[in-house]
Nanobody
Framework: QVQLVESGGGLVQEGGSLRLSCAAS????????INWYRQAPGNQRELVAA???????NYLESVKGRFTISRDNAKDTAYLQMNSLKPEDTGTYYC????????????WGKGILVTVSS
């Protein structure tokens, strides 16, 4: 059974920092692309950051320079370090694991809420 469990969310003031974690089980974590998505109320889910099995990363333009995605394959865990948080970063953040070749092998966490107050 595949599980992705997010942690580290919460309430933070504008300008503050949070680090989200995504702990995976039931998959060969090291070969999966890991994505962090977020969804604000009334908005579509958007891709915030991604990291491939080789460590290549990409980011949503609005978070570049503030967010850093990383992974620790020894711990089957991915991270999203979020600095200089803004109220517009508020939303539910989801961890996603996607097999690089098997499109049907895609998994989601339940999401974790991040609230940035002004």
């Amino acid at each position: 059974q595949v599980q992705l469990v997010e942690s580290g969310g919460g309430l933070v003031q504008e300008g503050g920092s949070l680090r989200l974690s995504c702990a995976a089980s039931g998959i060969i974590f090291s070969i999966y692309r890991i994505n962090w998505y977020r969804q604000a109320p009334g908005n579509q889910r958007e891709l915030v950051a991604a990291i491939t099995s080789s460590g290549s990363t990409n980011y949503l333009e609005s978070v570049k320079g503030r967010f850093t995605i990383s992974r620790d394959n020894a711990k089957d865990t991915a991270y999203l370090q979020m600095n200089s948080l803004k109220p517009e970063d508020t939303g539910t953040y989801y961890c996603n694991a996607k097999h690089p070749r098997m499109g049907s092998m895609e998994y989601w966490g339940k999401g974790i809420l991040v609230t940035v107050s002004s």
